[in-house]
T-cell receptor, first 115, second 111 residues
Framework: DAGVIQSPRHEVTEMGQEVTLRCKPI?????LFWYRQTMMRGLELLIY????????DSGMPEDRFSAKMPNASFSTLKIQPSEPRDSAVYFC?????????????FGSGTRLTVV | SQQGEEDPQALSIQEGENATMNCSYK?????LQWYRQNSGRGLVHLIL?????REKHSGRLRVTLDTSKKSSSLLITASRAADTASYFC???????????FGRGTSLIVHP
């Protein structure tokens, strides 16, 4: 298995632009998580899905952030409009209960820079 | 808010030495996990210890759990330069399936 695949790896955009981050979870995993990591706040859970349904989006910072999971193999995190304070590394993770460590596997992340 | 907090925030040692990192948490847990994050990469699971376990080993890693003190430690023996990374603890509590991550310990192993 190729693991959790995120794209792009790096994104530099101007303030006000729309940014879309993409994630392909591990096949068979029925949970998907979006995290944001910064030096100041550490690793924050933004939202997670179970069987493509958003379960808890209480970590989404503002209405500018939205996430979708149209099918079991694809999810997006969108920021519109982007702001410099959104600069961070965004991770996607997927898991499957009942497996060792619940199969909790992270992608390599997308480093977002908003200028 | 983070459930687990790692200590120290940063650790610098020489190759061959042992590295010990600690994690403290506030509420009762079901299990505790340790992860490693290399620079520019995602977190990688290292080891899981359940609340009814006191110690686990995996290669050069040794994890202990003291539920009375609400703390865990990760020991890396005979460290290597390749062990340079950030190490995070994550806890699961109650009926929550979602692990809560600490802020991490940054380990530098000098060759």
């Amino acid at each position: 298995d190729a693991g959790v695949i995120q794209s792009p790896r790096h994104e530099v955009t101007e303030m006000g632009q729309e940014v879309t981050l993409r994630c392909k979870p591990i096949s068979g995993h029925d949970y998907l998580f979006w995290y944001r990591q910064t030096m100041m706040r550490g690793l924050e859970l933004l939202i997670y899905f179970n069987n493509n349904v958003p379960i808890d989006d209480s970590g989404m910072p503002e209405d500018r952030f939205s996430a979708k999971m149209p099918n079991a193999s694809f999810s997006t995190l969108k920021i519109q409009p982007s702001e410099p304070r959104d600069s961070a590394v965004y991770f996607c993770a997927s898991s499957k209960p009942g497996t060792t460590n619940y199969g909790y596997t992270f992608g390599s992340g997308t480093r977002l820079t908003v200028v | 808010s983070q459930q687990g907090e790692e200590d120290p925030q940063a650790l610098s040692i020489q190759e061959g030495e042992n590295a010990t990192m600690n994690c403290s948490y506030k509420t009762s847990i079901n299990n505790l996990q340790w992860y490693r994050q290399n620079s520019g990469r995602g977190l990688v699971h290292l080891i899981l210890i359940r609340s009814n376990e006191r110690e686990k080993h995996s290669g050069r890693l040794r994890v202990t759990l003291d539920t009375s003190k609400k703390s865990s430690s990760l020991l890396i023996t005979a460290s290597r330069a390749a062990d340079t990374a950030s190490y995070f603890c994550a806890t699961r509590s109650g009926g929550s399936y979602i692990p809560t991550f600490g802020r991490g310990t940054s380990l530098i192993v000098h060759p």
